[in-house]
């Protein structure tokens, strides 16, 4: 057996760093979401890239599959492992090799999570902004194109790395992209690689955008009597192009479980948070015109402040809404699911979802990042109920026919995995047939996690 | 001969969009550099995509090379044909298709112009940023994936195309990207035909990002002791997050030339031109923010206005540089190149750079988009004195060498084309082959505009 080869030289090159204890497998596999688990053969930690680069050549060797692991947050079945085969951890290679404060950037080694590299610049006036929830690691929010609340203002992953180091299926070593802020000098394959959810290779460097942290960060909050509402307000405080970070959209159910969870006390209506990043100078007349805005879309009182423990208290509820909506439905099990869908449609497509939802009976709380058009529903079901099972899974194909109809995409910010790839040919058609012989060509014979993104 | 038998069908397709002409085949090839020019054996001029489909799939059956025509002004040869071929001229598809002020987007063909579509937006209060100077077409500027002046606040076309529509090699039509502003389901196919000089297929509908008109602009120009504390003073401009559009550096040979031209006045010295984009209540400051960051770097006095006028005259003069600088240096040809480096090394790039110029004793005045960390020389050479050539071609030589050495790219925004096709593999080493299998896999016989961006 083939696998069988690869481990014991693995056992032999790295004899602490190789696993086929179950409970280590299981680790390294899908444990979010309802997929079944599918545990690797072995987990094999590597340490550097060169390593990375000699234990791929072994598996393309043997036709092993290798799937790249950083922090297991991941959740669409992106770390399963349907033919088997290895998980390459990368979380010990957790270095931050370079800060400049001139170029605003950071090079980091792939296992570094993002609240590491935050803690690494906090006392430099710089930050790194993608925010995707869970403490991710960055070369797998690379490899995903993860984003969250800030990519309104600071954009995803696809618009903050600048350069990475991939080693290619065949043990190759090689570089996308470019420190200088722009190129036009050949195929961008920077971009290729991110979001390739490591079909394509393994990151094993990469190059971030960093930001200087806003001199002040003011917070609101504000109620709508409807989602149409709310998401008008959004368009046009989009268009007027204050310094929105963070646009975050609760329905009437998640504010309810965040009242319940974090006691903030809001009307059960649907409400949007803000966050505005601006100079002192700029910031006061921002909040003024962002609350004009609101008003005009009938908004409802407009809390504002910029005091840190009033804004700590707001984000830490949003932060803490998977375990507030969790609290709320003990004993069942959040499937979490993400579309995103042009800003013109947002409305119409929350709406819709809505409607379904009580039709279908589910509970289903909406939380979006809708200054993006992006939008979850976590999705409460009980697991032994195999009806409710299939009507949840009904619901959330639907919400992806819907997003497709509507020009918008299976996923903003989760990635396909195995989750979404029967979406694939709903939304892009011939291409993905393009995205087929790309893969032939740079993998042949398919071993860089298998079964992920393209629909088999 | 197979162009032949293909030009025969078209002609009975096209009977009036088929031309043999010699004067009309010099037109579609390269004009602007030093390269030879290559005429293709015939043009022929496609009105809608599914022509487009018709045409490549007649080349491709033939292995004729098909050559995409926008508005003629790409600069590294990019619309040579050194093998042959045809010209596929798709300026006839200039149709603004959509406009979304909702999503802040433009559905455009490929042949319509940045020009044109601002004249198009002029009464929505949206405007699109991209300027390369030339008015191009915008399928041009998304295959050499252009930027200019305003890149520094609104990116390049890598950042401003949504959604492609493409033919590839073999005819086939398909989509790239997402009509949502972000997403994360599958391959990255939109930047990869983005840049790729119509190497990858022919680009025949494209959706850009549009942007609110500021409320005010306001333009400023300083001149500097030197080109270091001139860029010392951009990174720190940059830094502190000014809504900077536009930051021109202008050496002293420049400024001569502009004085001449276009009666600036200015000093003899280093200089930066500025544009700040803002609203009414924080202009003020942020340009007050601008001249103290200038004056600690040594800036002379600050040229501050919002008056329409001045600020015309201001941009205008830049607009008009290349033909100041060829005005001042009668019967020679300009030769435009460009580098971009990162931020952190761009002082030091182009004072060494204007050292060599010096020693190489040639005329190239030089003029950045320095935000970027990109510039331009314009080297002004007499094309009947050979050793004036081949000096000429050693210096754009060691300066692509010089920007790649400090971790930049042999050009920021004119592509690779002919011209810098030799600087790949310095520049990308093993990545050079990972494109090379792209573009096997996308085009195994070579027909879209082959000898173009990989080395021969």
């Given at each position: ?399 992806t026919?819907?997003?497709i ?5 299976c ?5 396909v995995?195995?989750?979404k790839a029967g979406a694939m040919v709903l939304e892009h058609g011939a291409a993905v047939d393009?995205m087929r ?17 393209l629909p088999v």
């Amino acid at each position: 057996m083939s696998t069988a080869k690869v481990v014991a030289a693995f056992r032999e090159r790295f004899p602490d760093r190789v696993s086929t204890a179950a409970a280590v497998r299981e680790h390294h596999c899908q444990t979010v979401t309802w997929l079944p688990r599918q545990p690797p053969e072995a987990v094999v930690t590597a340490e550097d890239t060169g390593e990375v680069s000699w234990i791929v050549a072994r598996c393309a060797e043997h036709g092993v599959p290798v799937i790249p692991f950083g922090a297991g947050s991941s959740l669409e079945g992106q770390l399963n492992a349907p033919r088997g085969g290895i998980c390459l951890d990368l979380s010990k290679m957790d270095k931050v090799l370079r800060v400049s404060a001139d170029d605003l950037t950071a090079t980091v080694q792939p296992g570094v999570t993002r609240e590491e590299l935050n803690r690494r610049l906090r006392d430099s006036g710089l930050f790194f902004p993608v925010d995707p929830g869970a403490n991710a690691s960055l070369g797998g929010m690379a490899s995903t194109r993860a984003s969250g609340t800030n990519a309104v203002r600071y954009g995803t992953m696809r618009e903050n790395v600048r350069e990475l180091e991939v080693v290619l299926p065949d043990g190759r070593i090689t570089r996308a992209g470019s420190l200088a802020r722009k190129s036009s000098a050949g195929y961008d394959l920077a971009h290729l690689f991110v979001g390739a959810e490591g079909t394509l290779g393994v990151i094993t460097e990469l190059t971030v955008r960093l930001y200087q942290v806003p001199e002040r960060i003011g917070s609101g909050v504000c109620s709508f009597p409807s989602v149409h509402a709310a998401c008008r307000a959004v368009t046009d405080a989009l268009a007027a192009g204050l310094g929105l970070a963070r646009i975050e959209l609760l329905d009437e159910a998640s504010v309810r479980a965040c009242n319940e969870y974090s006691g903030l006390g809001l009307d059960e209506k649907v409400h949007l948070f803000f966050e505005l990043h601006a100079t002192d100078a700029v910031l006061p007349s921002e909040a003024r015109l962002l609350g004009e805005i609101l008003a005009e879309h009938g908004g409802g009182r407009f809390e504002w402040s910029t005091d840190q423990a009033a804004r700590t208290k707001l984000w830490r509820a949003r932060h803490d809404a998977w375990w507030a909506i969790h609290a709320r439905y003990p004993g069942r099990k959040g499937i979490p699911t993400d579309v995103c869908v042009p800003i013109s449609r947002l409305a119409e497509c929350v709406e819709l979802t809505q409607q379904d939802i009580l039709a279908t009976g589910a509970d289903a709380p909406i939380i979006g990042h809708v200054g993006d058009g992006n939008f979850h529903l976590l999705v409460m079901i009980d697991e032994s109920d195999a009806a409710v099972v299939t009507r949840a899974r009904e619901l959330v194909h639907r919400l992806t026919e819907r997003a497709i109809a509507m020009g918008g995409t299976c996923t903003g910010e989760h990635g396909v995995g195995q989750g979404k790839a029967g979406a694939m040919v709903l939304e892009h058609g011939a291409a993905v047939d393009v995205m087929r012989e790309i893969k032939r060509a740079l993998d042949p014979r398919d071993i860089m996690n298998p079964g992920k993104i393209l629909p088999v």
